[in-house]
């Protein structure tokens, strides 16, 4: 059992992102294969989901709350990411983030 846990990120739970009260994200990584591409993606857009949940889903944002949002997305990705320690989802990731923060 293959399971991925990420400082205030990730614990196994549940299948799909459960939020606890402390704003921690759960996901379930028992029984999932991360040896291609299309699974290690899979696994990055949860986490993305998952972060823009704790970090606050609202469509009015003011341009600083926008960038406190954005600021607060970024930090847990790179925790998560960090912590899962899973090369391929690494690479997925650095290259994402270049691409979008350049």
């Known amino acids: 059992m293959r399971t991925l846990i990420i400082a205030c990120v ?4 549940a299948a799909t992102p459960v ?3 402390d704003g921690a994200i759960r996901i379930n990584t028992a029984g999932r294969d991360f040896s291609s591409a299309e699974a290690v993606a899979g696994l990055h857009a949860q986490i993305e989901r998952a972060a823009r949940k704790v970090c606050g889903v609202t469509n009015r944002l003011s341009a600083r709350a926008y960038q406190q949002r954005a600021a ?3 930090e847990k990705m790179d925790a998560a990411v960090r912590t899962a320690n899973l090369p ?7 290259s994402i983030t270049q691409a979008t923060r350049t």
């Not at 391929?88 to 650095?94: E, G, M, Q």
Request: a negative charge; one cysteine or more; proline letters at 0%.
């Open 10 to 13: 990730f614990a196994a739970t």
């Open 72 to 74: 607060c997305v970024a």
């Open 19 to 21: 939020f606890a009260d």
């Open 88 to 94: 391929a989802l690494t690479a997925l990731h650095a």
